[in-house]
C-alpha cells in the first residue's frame, strides 16, 4: 500500500487542493490519503472527502527559531539581489529601525549577510533552525503522528509558511519523502527563502523550474516536475459557476451594458485600490467612456472590505462582490491564512470572470485568471516615487511582472487619462491582445487546465516507485 499525506498550510490552498479535483484523483494514484491540516478540521465538515483529516497544532515562534529563519531568508535575498530589483526591493522592506530585539538582530543580519552570503550559509542557517526546534513538544507530536500514519510520501501544498518547518523536519528524521508545490507565480523571483529543504517541487511551468534552478543552487532538475498549477482547475469544473441570467440578477447588473471588472488586492501591496475604484466611478459618472458600462469590485478575499465602505456610500452603482471567505480562526501567527473560501465563492469569482467584460488591477494574478477566459486587461500603477501616492510603479520591475510587461498581453496605465484611453480601447477592440494574451498563458502555466489534479498525484505516486 501507497500512502500519501496532503498538508493544507492556509486558505488559499483549500481553495487549491479541496474545491479541485486533487483529492479524488490522489485517491486514484494513492491506497490511501491522509490530509494533515494546519487549518481548523471543522472546515472539511461539508466536503465529503472520505478521507482521514488531522488537525495539526499550531506551532508559535520563540525568538532563537525566528533569528535563524531570518537570517536564511535574508541571505537568500542578499545573495540573489544582483541584477533583481524584486529582490533588492524585499530586501529594503526587511529592513528593521526598532529598538527591540528583532529589531536589532535585522539590523546585525543585513550587515553580516551584506558580507557573507552563500548557499552553504543559507544550508547552515537552515539546520541552526531546526536544531531551536527538534525537541519541541509541537515537533515531536508531529513525528507521532507521521509514525501513526506510515505515509510515503509527505505532500506540501505552499513551500514558504514558516509554521510548517517542524513538520519538514518530523518527515526528515523518519526519512518520508518530501514534495513542495510551488505557490504562486512570483514566489521564486521576488520572495524569501522556503520554510526547509524538500525531496521533490512541483512547479507551474517550464518558467518556473529555470527560476527554482537557478535561486536554489543544491536541487537538480530530476527533483522538479512540471505540473501547471491547481489554482485555475475549478474554471473547467462544472460544478462550479453559474447562468448569465443568475449572474446579472446576483450582482444587480443592467443587463443591456457591458460590466467593467475591478479585482483588489491585499491593503499590504495594493494600497492605491480606492484611488483606482474612484477614478473608474467618476469616469463612468461623467459619461467620459465610450459607452455606459457596469461596474463591479472583487475585493481581495485576504482582507475584510472595510477600506471601501466610503466608496461604496459615496457610489452607490459600483456593485461589490465581497469574497465569501470565513476567518477560521485568529490565533495564529499569519491570521490572514486562515482565511476559507466557501464553495459559492468559487462559483462566484468563475462567473465574474466569464461575464464580464474588461478587467482591472493592480497588477494581480488575477490578469491570469481574466486572460483564461480571454477578457482584456488593464493593470493601473499610478503610484511612483515622486508624486505622493504609494509606489506601485516600482513593482513594473519586479521579474514576473517585467515578464508580463514584455509580454504586451496587459495596457499598463499609469494616470488616469492612460486608464481612459485603455478602457474605450477595450470596450472598442477586446481581442486587440488575444494573440499575446495566449503567449503569455503559455509562459507562466506550462501545462493545459485539463487534468492538472491528475498530473499532480501521478507525479507524485511516481517518485515513489
Request: charged share 25%.
Amino acid at each position: 500500500m501507497k500512502k500519501l499525506g496532503v498538508v493544507i498550510t492556509d486558505g488559499v490552498g483549500f481553495r487549491n487542493f479541496i474545491l479541485s479535483d486533487f483529492i479524488k484523483e490522489s485517491k486514484v494514484a494513492f491506497d490511501k490519503v491522509v490530509i494533515f491540516s494546519c487549518l481548523p478540521k471543522s472546515v472539511y465538515e461539508s466536503q465529503n472527502l472520505n478521507c482521514e483529516i488531522v488537525e495539526l497544532d499550531v506551532f508559535q515562534e520563540k525568538f532563537p527559531t525566528w533569528f535563524f529563519r531570518k537570517a536564511k531568508e535574508v541571505t537568500h535575498l542578499q545573495l540573489h539581489a544582483k541584477g533583481n530589483f524584486g529582490i533588492q526591493d524585499n530586501l529594503r522592506v526587511t529592513r528593521s529601525k526598532a529598538n527591540n530585539p528583532q529589531g536589532i538582530a535585522t539590523r546585525f543580519l543585513h550587515k553580516f549577510s551584506n558580507k557573507v552570503h552563500s548557499e552553504k550559509w543559507i544550508l547552515r542557517y537552515n539546520k541552526w533552525q531546526q536544531l531551536t526546534f527538534k525537541s519541541n513538544p509541537i515537533t515531536l507530536k508531529y513525528k507521532d503522528l507521521l509514525k501513526e500514519y506510515n505515509v510515503d510520501m509527505l505532500f506540501f501544498t505552499h513551500q514558504r509558511p514558516p509554521y510548517i518547518a517542524p513538520f519538514i523536519l518530523a518527515a526528515e528524521e523518519l526519512k518520508i519523502k518530501t514534495t513542495a508545490f510551488i505557490f504562486s507565480w512570483d514566489n521564486l523571483a521576488s520572495k524569501g527563502r522556503m520554510a526547509g529543504n524538500f525531496d521533490y517541487y512541483l512547479v507551474w511551468s517550464d518558467l518556473m523550474k529555470q527560476e527554482l534552478l537557478h535561486f536554489y543552487q543544491s536541487i537538480k532538475p530530476n527533483q522538479i516536475e512540471i505540473v501547471g498549477t491547481p489554482q485555475f482547475e475549478p474554471y473547467i469544473l462544472d460544478r462550479y459557476g453559474m447562468s448569465k441570467e443568475n449572474f446579472l440578477k446576483r450582482f444587480n447588473l443592467d443587463s443591456n451594458l457591458p460590466t467593467m471588472l475591478f479585482s483588489c488586492g491585499d491593503v499590504s501591496t495594493s494600497k492605491n485600490d480606492p484611488l483606482y475604484i474612484e477614478t473608474i466611478a467618476k469616469v463612468i459618472q461623467n459619461n467620459k467612456i465610450i459607452k455606459k458600462v457596469n461596474l463591479l469590485v472583487r475585493t481581495s478575499p485576504a482582507e475584510e472590505p472595510t477600506r471601501f465602505a466610503a466608496l461604496a456610500e459615496k457610489y452607490p452603482f459600483i456593485k461589490w462582490n465581497y469574497p465569501d471567505w470565513k476567518q477560521a480562526r485568529s490565533n495564529h501567527q499569519e491570521s490572514w491564512s486562515q482565511r476559507i473560501p466557501s464553495e459559492e465563492d468559487v462559483t462566484d469569482l468563475k462567473s465574474v470572470l466569464m461575464f464580464t467584460d474588461v478587467s482591472v488591477n493592480m497588477l494581480s494574478t488575477m490578469s491570469l485568471d481574466n486572460m483564461l477566459f480571454d477578457k482584456p486587461v488593464i493593470n493601473t500603477v499610478f503610484g511612483n516615487a515622486n508624486n505622493g501616492l504609494y509606489d506601485d510603479q516600482r513593482f513594473l520591475n519586479y521579474a514576473h511582472i517585467q515578464k508580463v510587461v514584455e509580454s504586451r498581453a496587459v495596457t499598463i496605465a499609469k494616470n488616469e487619462l492612460e486608464l481612459l484611453s485603455a478602457i474605450n480601447q477595450c470596450l472598442e477592440t477586446p481581442d486587440y491582445k488575444f494573440k499575446e494574451q495566449k503567449a503569455l498563458l503559455d509562459l507562466q502555466i506550462g501545462k493545459p487546465l485539463e487534468n492538472t489534479s491528475k498530473r499532480i498525484s501521478e507525479a507524485l505516486r511516481n517518485w515513489l516507485n
